[in-house]
């Protein structure tokens, strides 16, 4: 860990104890910046303030009084994550009529979500945030790669970060990272996780069956490099959802979109007739999800992917156990979970790919806040955190030249634990060697165990 010397502490108001608001409170007043939180709840509000250095207000965050209790007339930033769309958008108008501060707000509903331009453009709003859509577009580009624990998309699609399993006797194991450059060069492989331990590795590291690696690659050679390591290349041909909710509803969309055939388990008789409507082409069946006889009637022992979306942590854990169990065809399973409680026990289930929907929420809103926080020079264009918040993989835009570019990255005095993983020069990927240099101009991918980097010259010691 280090310390941020250029970052300077923003003034935040966060309206909402939703599990994203926790989240939030957690990662910013952890990065130094002045949090306020509102809700009414009274109970919650002690309960996070008691937690962490933060102010609380009670009251409705869409209320001018509460906002200016809060103190949004000096605030820079506003964020409205409570349940309610209508509330948070509410909030940031008035927000933003109020006070001199940028505003994003959350909003799931999929009708809001086909205007989020409009609504952004016509509210003065930096930013709106959909954590089921977002949690389906991460889950259908895992179902595209089912080989793959988890896709993270940068350089606007154009790289991706991938986290696999080295299996035993796959050509992976007992070769070094050198030895996986000199196969490919359009592959790097940027962290290792292995007995719990993780690593950012040189090109002397061997990797081992069992070990879980993340590499980033250009998107049109992900299919090769796949191909290479005997990896199956193609996207899954059916899929069963269990639960109707708006992830399911938006990865059903999705993956129709690809060709795939899917089917959905909803126990509300409404929802599945509302579903029937928005998705012709599914097939929509009305049943308890959990039932092990109607899941076997399914197809669950044959069906290429399974995707357990109840409102249940606990019933997706199970369920993902129990298609691991029944599928004769080693069906691809994602499980999502909401809770970040028992975690050191879930990461030993070996459930395979786990989707965090209000991590992917916050992740694009701290790289707003460090973006916002940093100078001028450089900016945060995306940040994901792997190997449950150990590392963090951001990518700058570099806007002017500095003591970072036009330099040899040989002769950088970089930090431990810190890898230049990529460049992107004018949508070109490039997997850079010691040679190559960063430009202005330039995107640059770091991957790192360092936390809260806020600008590109905080990689040199």
Known sequence: MFHQKKAKG????????????ITLVEQLSAEGHDITIVDKDRDKVNEITGLYDIMGVVGNGASFGVQVEAGIKEANLIIAVTESDELNLLCCTVARRVGNCAAIARVRNPEYSIEVEY?????????????????????????????????????????????????KGNMLDGITVADVGSKTESVLITAVERSGH?????????????DVLSFVTPRRQVKAFFKTIGFKTNQVDDILIVGGGLTGYYLAKQMLHVGTDVKIIEMDKKRCDELSILLPKAVVINGDGTDEELLKEEGIEDVESFVPLTGSDEQNILLTMYANNASDVEAKVITKINRMTYNSVISKLDLGSVIYPKYITTEAIVAYVRAKSASRGNNIETLS?????????????????????????????????????????????????????????????????????????????
């Open 119 to 167: 609504l952004r453009e016509k509210l003065g709003l930096e930013m709106i945030i959909n954590p089921d859509l977002e949690a389906s577009r991460e889950m259908s580009r895992i179902l595209c790669l089912p080989n793959a624990l988890e896709v993270t998309a940068f350089a606007h699609g154009q790289a991706e970060l991938i986290k696999i399993k080295v299996p």
């Open 198 to 210: 993780i690593f950012i590795p040189s090109g002397d590291f061997k990797i081992e069956a069992g």
């Open 10 to 21: 923003l003034s935040i108001i966060i309206v909402g104890c939703s599990r994203v608001g």
């Open 385 to 461: 955190h792997l190997y449950e918040q150990k590392v963090e993989a951001i990518e700058f835009r570099v806007n002017e030249e500095s003591r970072v570019t036009n330099v040899p990255l040989m002769n950088l005095d970089l930090k431990e634990d810190l890898l230049i993983s990529f460049i992107n020069r004018h949508g070109t990927i490039i997997i850079p060697s010691g040679q190559d240099c960063i430009k202005a101009g330039d995107t640059v991918m770091i991957v790192t165990t360092q936390k809260g980097l806020v600008d590109l010259s905080d990689i040199l010691e």
